[in-house]
């Protein structure tokens, strides 16, 4: 452990506060930036390549109709708008230069470089598809609200286009669901379109029942929820199965098109299942910052891309670099919110000791404040430690646990208000969708780089903003 103070943090005031950036506006990086909010003699930068914070637990919600992206990415500077010593750019990090101490980061060919004294990196992890990210064209992962919004329209547009199927094997292959992971992501979705299709929707068209989905969650794993243990892995696979959904364990993607599946079990049989609307909810990867850190360091990273840290959680030979959340290889943490929360007021707490002049905080220790996850409507479980349970109580704890971490009052007020419009009634609020949020952003990836949408050049010669002529 370190407890010596570098020169650059004994020096300085309120009048030359040290700059502490942030990369990332997850919640490592949010709750690192808040965590400054009382330190005169502290600056805090806020990078991240969106104006939102994301609540990513409930990303399912939105892509099926439950919540408006509003209720769960509040505006990150509005989070931090009272918030007098933080400010908020917005950029892509593309490189971060540990000998000079600095940051790049580029928003629509406009690159910034921006110093620091003191480093967080938050930037979080991105979906893996096991290396075939061309699967992503027709799977989509839930990792951003780019994500959950073209799912919401490739979930409520099957419906849509099973009403003007002209052949039944069409309308089949229309109304065939599949949800590729049986941790907590792919049970939450598996059972909200299940919900979707023999609740919400039931009653809404007039060619199609859409009771007759089939809805299908595999996993290339032998267990459903498999950290969350046999039992309760097994009591959520049961309310699936009463629900309707084919669950199938032990078995892997082996590739996927455009209308369909093709699929292995354990025995090496490969079936193809016909289907338009795929969700991919299998695997994560690290920022690439990671990798490009471990480079600088000569660190290796793990199968999932995260750098190794020290007990401090800063990056070994750079005592000032903090590497939290779903990018660190640490005691195999989970990739979770808490311990990205954790981990940021952690390397708050060291920062502020060495401008505090007392030695640094005990090695970083994560609390395990347990796991939980939603099946249905009322239907949820819950691993806490000795606290196990599922069905209705498991539910009420979610509940109360996820409207507590929302971000701000009016957010929670809006969230509730959808949660009982959708879980008493039969409605969803949020059901609209787009042709353009479908496939807007795939057209996107395809343009040429030379015709990329970039910001004008701005003269040297010219004012600066705000200057007089």
């Known amino acids: 452990m370190r407890f010596g103070l570098p020169l650059s943090i004994m020096s300085r005031s309120s009048e030359h506060p040290v700059h502490v950036v942030v990369i990332g506006s997850g919640f490592g990086g949010l709750f690192a930036a808040k965590a400054f909010r009382r330190r005169r003699d502290v600056r805090v930068t806020l990078i991240a390549r969106t104006t939102h914070h994301l609540f990513q637990p409930l990303l399912y919600q939105v892509a099926t109709g439950i919540l408006s992206t509003g209720s769960i990415a509040p505006s990150t500077r509005e989070v931090l708008a009272r918030q007098a010593n933080a400010e908020v750019l917005l950029g892509e990090v593309t490189g971060i230069d540990l000998e000079r101490k600095s940051v790049t980061h580029e928003v629509l060919g406009r690159v910034t470089q921006t110093p620091y004294d003191e480093l967080i990196v938050a930037a979080g992890a991105g979906q893996s598809w096991f290396g075939r990210d061309d699967f992503a064209d027709h799977a989509p992962g839930m990792k951003t609200i780019d994500d959950a919004l073209e799912l919401r329209g490739r979930i409520f547009g099957a419906f849509e286009l099973a009403e003007l199927a002209p052949t039944e094997a069409e309308r089949e292959r229309l109304l065939t669901f599949v949800v590729v992971g049986a941790g907590p992501t792919g049970v939450e979705m598996a059972g909200q379109i299940a919900e979707l299709a023999n609740r919400t929707l039931r009653r809404d068209f007039r060619r199609i029942d859409p009771r007759d989905a089939r809805i299908v969650m595999l996993d290339a794993g032998p267990a459903v929820l498999p950290s969350f243990g046999a039992d309760l892995g097994g009591a959520a696979q049961r309310r699936l199965e009463s629900m309707g959904v084919e ?223």
Request: with cysteine.
């Open 247 to 469: 669950v199938l364990t032990s078995t892997k993607v082996v590739d996927v098109d455009s209308t369909g599946i093709v699929v292995e079990d354990s025995a090496g049989t490969r079936t193809r299942i016909e289907c338009k609307c795929k969700v991919w909810a299998a695997g994560v990867q690290a920022s690439p910052l990671a990798g490009l850190l471990a480079q600088q360091c000569g660190l290796p990273v793990d199968r999932a891309g995260r750098v190794p840290v020290e007990p401090d959680l800063s990056l070994q030979g750079h005592p000032e670099v903090f590497v939290i959340g779903d990018m660190m290889a640490k005691d195999q943490l989970p990739g979770v919110a808490q311990v990205a929360i954790q981990g940021a007021k952690y390397a708050a707490k060291v920062i502020t000791a060495r401008l505090d002049g007392r030695p640094s905080p005990a090695a970083f220790s994560y609390f395990d404040k347990g796991s939980m996850a939603t099946i249905s409507r009322f239907s949820a479980v819950m691993s806490a430690g000795p606290v196990r349970m599922s069905g209705f109580l498991a539910w009420v704890a979610w509940l109360a646990l996820h409207i507590l971490y929302i971000v701000g009052f009016k957010h929670r007020a809006t969230t509730l208000l959808h949660w009982a419009v959708s879980f008493l009634g039969l409605g969803r609020t949020e059901r609209a969708y787009t042709v353009q949020q479908v496939l807007g952003r795939r057209a996107l990836q395809r343009i040429d780089p030379e015709h990329a949408p970039t910001l004008p050049e701005v003269a040297t010669d010219e004012p600066e903003s705000g200057a007089k002529p």
